[in-house]
């Protein structure tokens, strides 16, 4: 046989080998597709269920939320062969409830929280033990002060006085339309600013901040690494490129700016000063945890707050019945409207029903954090029966909490405050680990009172003083952050109501 046969012949012979392997290995992966129950993500052979998860990135909240439905509520989430990203995704009240608050002590951040949002640095949405406790201790006891509370609702009404409700009424007469998730992040950024560190950045009349720019940064970043292989993000850093290199260059100019800022207070002494800054500062903490402390509380208080509130009024402006019914409680508190805009103070707004449970139930349906992460310190089993190993990665997605017909009813998916309103017109209690906006157990949310405040008072001055319309085609979805934004903002356009 000539040596062009025989390679003829070898040629075939691959051909042949490769086609067969190819046909098997279609074989092998269809049928694990049929054994997989529709809506549940495909364990593939090395790769896991990651190509399910990076093919629908774009739509990550809405895919867990469809994931967990069709799993009953709890997922064992298989990653790629050595990436250690295997972990356990759930909305099941009953292992919220356990993992928060029953077994506190046996789910802590972990030892790769830490390394994983170190933009956080050691601050108290990263400490856990001592550190947590003492961070958690003097947190409450400030938040607990009717002075802060006062400054805080002085402040938040000022901004909206001053700067928000103007600038609205003067998009409004231009007839523009706005990017209302970014007016209401800028309004809460300014808002957090004055109350965390004492400065107005004054944010809503600039074009832009440039140092206001790294939270959003943060949080794409810190979304990312709970998709990808930590070494791959490693890899990253260390190289500076990509998002790891512009989050590097946006802290680099925060930490500037707070370090500036932390020198300036040192050296004023201003012991009558109510923000926070101020208050740490006399209490002797150095540099170090007084920026940890700013990031964390600014993190915490501009993101949380203006997310909720643009899809409050995303939600209202697709659900006009509800805008009607907080107007009507509105001005039978306030009268009619008249020439004036109008906004009022958080003591004013106590006891509107109405107004509470859509703010409620906007959080319900899109909560600022969509999800918790938790590392189990031991072996456990959860209430759903679902064995947990020592050093398992836990992700409970309030998000998705909030679209189980197991957990809210057939009517999950729909914008309705009635449900929080009892038969006798009061607010419905219902229990933390049902409602997970502000967390539950010893980690729930300090400034839970702080926000619902700011909320009410920049829900009730627009809806008294404005129409909202979403602008028609624009669309509206969840984006991928650790934070719930909006993906492409919240176009709207903004009229006077009459009389106003």
Request: aromatic share 10%.
């Amino acid at each position: 046989m000539s040596g062009t046969s025989i390679a003829t012949t070898m040629l075939g012979l691959l051909k042949s080998f490769r086609e067969i392997l190819l046909a098997l290995s279609s074989f092998l992966l269809l049928r694990r597709c049929l054994r997989t129950p529709k809506g549940i993500p495909i364990a593939w052979p090395v790769l896991g269920m990651l190509p399910g998860l990076l093919g629908n990135l774009h739509r990550l909240h809405d895919y867990c939320a469809q994931s967990l439905r069709a799993s009953g509520l709890t997922l064992l989430f298989k990653g790629p062969i050595l990436s250690k990203l295997d972990f356990i995704v759930t909305c099941d009240p009953s292992n919220a409830n356990h993992i928060l608050k029953s077994a506190f002590q046996d789910y802590q951040k972990g030892p790769d929280f830490p390394e994983i949002f170190d933009p956080l640095g050691d601050g108290i949405i990263v400490a856990d033990d001592d550190s947590w406790t003492m961070q958690r201790k003097a947190a409450h006891g400030l938040f607990s002060e009717a002075n802060f509370r006062g400054f805080v609702a002085a402040t938040s009404k000022g901004n909206a006085e001053r700067a928000l409700v103007p600038m609205l009424a003067r998009a409004a007469e231009l007839g523009e339309a706005v990017d209302l998730e970014d007016v209401l992040l800028r309004f809460t950024f300014n808002a957090s600013c004055k109350i965390v560190i004492g400065v107005d950045p004054n944010c809503l009349s600039e074009q832009e901040v440039p140092f206001a720019r790294v939270f959003d940064e943060a949080e794409e970043v810190l979304a990312l690494r709970h998709v990808f292989p930590m070494w791959w993000w490693k890899l990253m850093r260390w190289l500076n490129v990509g998002p790891e290199k512009t989050l590097a260059r946006s802290l680099e100019m925060w930490d500037a700016h707070v370090m500036q800022t932390i020198r300036e207070r040192r050296e004023a002494n201003c012991e009558a000063s109510p923000d926070m800054l101020s208050v740490y500062l006399q209490k002797g903490h150095d540099d170090k945890f007084l920026r940890d402390m700013v990031f964390n509380f600014m993190l915490a208080g501009r993101d949380t707050t203006g997310a909720g509130l643009a899809w409050f009024f995303w939600l209202v402006s697709k659900n006009p019945s509800v805008e009607t019914k907080i107007l009507q409680e509105l001005k039978a508190r306030f009268g009619e409207a008249d020439e004036q805009t109008k906004v009022f103070d958080a003591e004013s707004l106590r006891g509107l029903v109405y107004l509470h449970a859509a703010l409620c139930e906007t959080l319900r349906l899109y909560p600022p954090v969509p999800f918790n992460h938790k590392w189990a310190a031991k072996a456990d089993v959860l209430p759903s029966g679902v064995s947990v190993e020592a050093g398992t990665r836990i992700l409970i997605s309030m998000y998705a909490m909030g679209r189980m017909e197991r957990v809210w009813g057939k009517d999950c998916e729909e914008f309705r405050p009635e449900r929080w309103i009892t038969e006798h017109g009061t607010i419905k209690y219902e229990p933390p680990q049902k409602f997970l906006a502000f967390n539950a157990g010893p980690r729930t949310c300090l400034g839970k009172d702080v926000a619902l405040m700011q909320m009410k008072i920049v829900a009730a001055a627009l809806i008294y003083n404005f129409e909202v319309e979403a602008v028609e085609g624009h669309v509206v979805k969840p984006k991928v952050s650790m934070i719930l934004h909006m993906k492409n903002g919240f176009l709207a356009k903004v009229r006077k109501r009459r009389g106003c």
